[in-house]
């Protein structure tokens, strides 16, 4: 696209999408529309494959208050314009901030960018869409430094964002969904509703309660097309006395059953209370080097040179961070309980840090960052196995239960699809209370359209393989929503279906975020 020429969904007219822009520049000003096409590149998505032309921004609008948003959604409705909203538009491997309808007018959240309130006795926080991890972290450091907060891998997107895409961080409070409470929300007619406690013009408890009296609505809006989060709560994690990270390494691809079959005790009774992640041997070497360090070959890579990397300092065929939080003396025991229950892996090896939770050292291990609620940017790395700074990635996400059956059937599916398409299988598995998301993590060059095709043709191909044995994906990248949403198909498709139900209600004219999750508006469901 050359400068000034936008593409705008088909459906609406050249005349309407160009009263609109004006609208919009009198509402956000200057400085809130982005029209020109270098402005606009940051929100497609970033992992695009090379000569796609998909899911192109239309223009960029950037409000800066909820009186904004609602401007926005006025001239959305008069127009019928779409809109489709991000917070930072950093969920990369799954479309970034791009459309789903191509030419849509995208709504960045970047400029709400408040930390509004932080109760040092509570322990919560109450934040705009705009806020980074990275924004909250330095917040504490200065405000509240007795209080952690959760991140995810990468510190740079809205955590507002990576908690409506049901994303997960890596300390006891890393459930982001779970330590969500309370909303606000513009809903589409430009109306403002605040969920739960929220609903009380002067409540105590709208940060620390999650729900009211009747129904909970918080859910509605994650991963939804019904409303636009302006203001939202979200729990703290008082700083433990002590922080011990914890390292398991597997000899074997086979150890990945024996440790999860040992592992799901130690998450159900919480003597494990974080979100471990393990990892196979080149999802681990991807976060310190590039594949041709290991190997220049066609093809996915031998399996000579994935136990050449197993075989180097603090790795294995499947690597296991982790970490214990609280007492000493408490953590102390859960060690040992550790101990006795993994350390006893035929081969595997354990080891542990241990640090004052209430006095972070500055930590070079980005896992140990995470870990600890330190944001870092560091394993960005991995997406650059192929192709350096122009590598990327796709996930496919799917969550199961915590048993070495499932855990190898996943494995061994994805591998086998991954490989055969010529690619890398980079595998990684985060544990919660009593159920995993293995993500496979399907990296290509984006410069290299025939990589790109392969990894694209072999992620559609997961999803229907996958639903077939019971597996569903949690999340999904804007190519593959529709075929997604099929797969929850009990009774009819009925989950989609009461989705267009309450869409049609709550949004008639369909301007909002049209096609997320598989759900469309009316007049866009053929």
């Not at 294995?316 to 609280?326: E, H």
């Not at 086998?416 to 890398?424: K, T």
């Amino acid at each position: 696209m050359q400068d000034q020429v936008i593409d705008r969904p088909s459906a609406i007219s050249d005349t309407q999408y160009a009263k609109a822009v004006v609208q919009l520049r009198a509402a956000l000003g200057a400085e809130g529309v982005i029209e020109d096409a270098p402005s606009r590149a940051p929100f497609r998505d970033p992992f695009a494959p090379a000569g796609q032309d998909w899911y192109e921004p239309g223009v960029v609008l950037m409000p800066s208050s909820v009186a904004e948003v609602q401007a926005v959604l006025r001239i959305a409705n008069e127009h019928k314009t779409p809109i489709w909203t991000s917070g930072q538009g950093r969920n990369n491997g799954y479309g970034g901030a791009s459309p789903r309808v191509s030419g849509s007018f995208v709504m960045s959240m970047k400029r709400m960018n408040r930390i509004l309130e932080v109760d040092p006795v509570s322990a919560t926080a109450l934040i705009e869409p705009g806020v980074r991890f990275f924004d909250l972290y330095d917040h504490l450091r200065t405000h509240a430094p007795h209080l952690w907060m959760s991140v995810p891998d990468l510190g740079w997107g809205s955590i507002v964002g990576n908690t409506l895409d049901h994303g997960m961080g890596y300390t006891p409070f890393g459930d982001h969904v779970a330590s969500q409470c309370g909303m606000e929300v513009v809903l589409a007619n430009g109306d403002v509703l605040r969920t739960g406690m929220g609903g009380m013009s002067n409540s105590r408890a709208w940060q620390v309660y999650k729900r009211g009296c009747g129904p909970s609505f918080d859910g509605l809006f994650m991963q939804s097309n019904y409303g636009v989060v302006t203001k939202m709560g979200t729990w703290l994690m008082p700083a433990p006395e002590c922080y011990m990270p914890g390292w398991l390494q597997l000899r074997n691809d086979s150890d990945l059953e024996i440790l999860l079959e040992r592992l799901r005790p130690l998450m159900m009774d919480g003597t494990i209370a974080n979100q471990p992640m393990i990892i196979n041997a080149v999802c681990a070497m991807s976060a310190f080097t590039q594949r041709d360090a290991w190997f220049t070959g066609e093809g996915p890579m031998p399996q000579a040179i994935i136990d050449e990397i197993a075989n180097q300092p603090m790795l294995g065929a499947w690597v296991m961070r982790f970490a214990l939080y609280g007492d000493e003396q408490v953590v102390a025991r859960q060690r040992q309980i550790v101990e006795d229950a993994l350390g006893t892996i035929p081969g595997a090896t354990l080891n542990f840090a241990k640090y004052d939770g209430r006095n972070l050292p500055e930590f070079e291990n980005p896992h140990e960052r995470v870990q600890a609620g330190v944001p870092s940017i560091a394993l960005d790395q991995m997406s650059r196995w192929y192709g350096g700074e122009s590598g990327g990635h796709i996930g496919f996400s799917c969550p199961m239960p915590i048993t070495g059956r499932d855990g190898a059937t996943i494995r061994d599916l994805v591998r086998g699809e991954v490989n055969a398409a010529g690619l890398d299988y980079s595998g990684v598995i985060i544990v919660s209370k009593r159920s995993m998301i293995h993500v496979g993590l399907v990296v290509f060059d984006t410069a290299d359209a025939m990589q790109g095709q392969a990894a694209y043709a072999v992620s559609r191909n997961l999803v229907k393989t996958a639903a077939q044995l019971g597996y569903g994906e949690y999340r999904s990248h804007l190519d593959f929503m529709d075929l997604v949403a099929d797969q929850y198909d009990f009774n009819n498709h009925a989950q989609r279906r009461f989705g267009e139900l309450i869409k049609d209600a709550v949004d008639p004219n369909g301007i909002l975020s049209p096609g997320k999750q598989g759900i469309w508006p009316a007049a866009m469901r053929s």
